[in-house]
């Protein structure tokens, strides 16, 4: 089973919940509830995984903030 580590913020500005995988460019993603959030991020890692690494069992330990920064 791989496992990532994720950063998970909720926008203050449109309410949804973004998160990142730390350490992966290009892995990152939004969603409207924490669940979605989960599933989208773990079809991400996959996609991502395809053509090098095997995907085996993806588990993702979740790290959450508060919100996002105001510009």
């Known amino acids: ?4 580590s ?6 203050s ?3 949804l919940y973004v998160g990142y995988v730390l350490g ?7 969603a409207e509830t924490f669940d979605e959030l989960k599933k989208s991020l773990c079809e991400v ?3 991502l995984l395809e053509n090098g690494e095997p995907e085996d069992k993806l ?6 903030a508060n919100s996002c920064v105001d510009d």
Do not use: I, W
Request: glycine share 6%; aromatic share 14%.
């Open 1 to 4: 089973m791989k496992t990532f």
């Open 59 to 64: 588990s993702v330990n979740f790290y959450l």
């Open 13 to 15: 500005q449109t309410g």
């Open 6 to 11: 994720v950063a998970v913020e909720k926008c």
């Open 24 to 30: 992966f460019p290009g892995a990152h993603t939004q």
């Open 45 to 47: 890692l996959a996609m």
